[in-house]
RNA sequence: GUGGCUGUAGCUCAAUUGGUUAGAGCGCCGGACUGUGGCUCCGGAGGUUGCGGGUUCAAUCCCCGUCAGCCACCCCA
């Protein structure tokens, strides 16, 4: 068992590239339909483009190393870092918002297991300088049309939203600190579905009663009308939960309202997010997320770019590819033949190999034995390339100015005269 | 990074209490079939049993190590 990948890399065979072509092309096409614009950087950076500002999280499984001038560099591990800094060279000259996508190839550094390698394929799609609840909803609509276009429904995957200062009111009118805000989600973010109350075991020093905090019902946090009801009794809760409640109205409005839920224990694990977040999950919750997002607002600055509003959402080619398996989507083949040429004799070879290229010179894929053999054997790999169709050429149909085009799929054939042929046409 | 389970042909799996030349199906190549594919029949190639060491007269089987895969934790995309 030699010559294998590294561990957590991928070799593609043709129909894993199929697979992987096909997503990249549903993910172009619908980043089109929305009008976003393609962008792309390089693989490896400076290593303190990661460790700056971006996380600690992602810091610790940051695929670095030292190169050959001494320099300490990473390859990417996201995307998000990139852009900032594209945009900040050349922020004032861009049209606001900016609507950017890319489908680069990210890398982290840790054990492999189902769904989490150590490279994959990733969309990530970004909308920069709008504050308006328009721009989160255009960035969910886009990612839900993603899963429609595999021809994914409602029944098999779902958005969860949830917002970051809808979590920030609701855990300051429970009494936690501020300064126990990102504990407190990273509890939230971890509360069991079956559970029936979440409850944060952070201590008396954590909450500014110096007690306990308040447990609440889960069901409470589920649901647009359940967490508006409970934000109503909190000071600023009203407007706090404005922002999510539009974005909600507004993809129902689209007629996108059966994909998505408002789930409070959605929270993300990245720490820059500071408004609305939301992941997608199929709904047999078998895999990882789909897909994950949110607004970004203080990034941009913080990484040292323009002072600009962003939002953005990732979308791996991983998770999605066992989801199109699962569900046996099966992509279209690699090639797609328009007919399989056949000489019978070696005297016929000449006329075969003129017809073929001049079929290829209009357009049309055709293949032919590369090797001298008997006719029921060519037809045996033209079936087995996946022709529709086999022309067959031998002495009797050169003397009469034809060739048998045979149908691979009926069964069925016919004699076709070569000037036809010649000129692209099969009947 | 921690723990558990599993590694036999390209794939799915066999191989008496440890026993002699490690088998089968599928797939691949060839033949029956030198002008007609899918079926059938026949033949062939393909293995250092993940790798290294140990116990034993003898190891695919038992023990140790290591690597890889899967699962859980951690964490996240």
Known sequence: MQGKALPGFRDFYPEDLTLRNHIFATWRSVAARYGFEEYDGPPLEALD????????????????????????????PEMT?????????RGQALKKPIRWFSIPQLF???????????EHFQLNMDIIGETSALADAE??????????????????????MSDRRVLRTLLLGYDIREDSLQQAFAMLDKTGKDEEWVTWQLGGAYTGSGQTSRPIPRRSLIGLEPVSELLSSLPGGGHAIEPLRETVATLTTMGLGDFVEVDLTIVRGLAYYTGIVFELFDTQHKLR????GGRYDGLLKAAGGPDLPALGFGMGDVVLSELLKERGVAPKASIELGAFLIAVGGDDMPLVLKLAHAMRDRGIAVEYGLRHAGVRKQLELAAARGAPRAVIIGPEERQAGLAVVRDLN?????????????????D
């Open 81 to 89: 870092p990139t852009l900032a800094r594209m945009v900040a060279a």
């Open 289 to 292: 997320a789909i897909a994950g």
């Open 410 to 426: 009926a069964g069925t054939e016919a004699k076709v005269p070569l000037d036809k042929l010649l000129n692209g046409y099969f």
């Open 108 to 118: 982290r550094y840790e054990r492999q297991q189902r769904g989490r390698l150590k």
């Open 139 to 160: 960035l969910i609509a886009a990612a839900i049309d993603i899963m429609r276009a595999f021809a994914f429904g409602p029944g098999d995957f779902k958005v969860r």
């Open 49 to 76: 483009l990661y460790t700056r500002k971006s996380g600690e999280e992602i810091e610790q499984q940051l695929y670095s190393f030292r190169d050959k001038g001494d320099r300490d560099v990473a390859l990417r």
